[in-house]
C-alpha cells in the first residue's frame, strides 16, 4: 500500500522552471520505480519520465519531448521523488501525476503503474 501526494504545481512563464515533489506514505518506495506523466485536455496520458533503483545503482529515462530540460530525482530518506522542470514552454502545460510500481511490466505506459497521485497543475503562459 503507497499512497502518492504531488505538489510544486503553479504558473510560470515560458523559460522558468519549477520542481515538482512526489511523497510517498505508507511504506517505502525506495525499491519501486517511480514515474511521471502529464495529461493535458482533450488528450491521453503521456509519458515524462521513470527513475529506478537497480543493483548498480539509478537509472532514469525519459521522453524525447522532455529529455534535456527535466530531471528526475529521489530522495529515499523523505519517501520523495522530484521533478525538476527547466526551459518550460507552452506545450508543457498539463495535470502532472506521479506515479509508482514494485516491478512494472513497461516504464512508459501508464497501465503498469499501481499507484498514483492526484496530480497537480503546471501552466506555463507565453
Known amino acids: 500500500q503507497v499512497q502518492l501526494v504531488e505538489s510544486g504545481g503553479g504558473l510560470v512563464q515560458a523559460g522558468g522552471s519549477l520542481r515538482l515533489s512526489c511523497a510517498a506514505s505508507g511504506r517505502t518506495f525506495s525499491s519501486y520505480t517511480a514515474g511521471w506523466f502529464r495529461q493535458a485536455p482533450g488528450k491521453e496520458r503521456e509519458f515524462v519520465g521513470a527513475a529506478a533503483v537497480s543493483w548498480s545503482g539509478g537509472i532514469t529515462y525519459y521522453a524525447d519531448s522532455v529529455k534535456g530540460r527535466f530531471t528526475i530525482s529521489r530522495d529515499n530518506a523523505k519517501n520523495t521523488v522530484y521533478l525538476e522542470m527547466n526551459s518550460l514552454k507552452p506545450e508543457d502545460t498539463a495535470v502532472y501525476y506521479c506515479?509508482?510500481?514494485?516491478?512494472?511490466?513497461?516504464?512508459?505506459?501508464?497501465?503498469?503503474?499501481?499507484?498514483w497521485g492526484q496530480g497537480t497543475q503546471v501552466t506555463v503562459s507565453s
Open positions: 506515479a509508482a510500481d514494485r516491478s512494472p511490466s513497461s516504464w512508459k505506459d501508464a497501465i503498469s503503474y499501481a499507484y
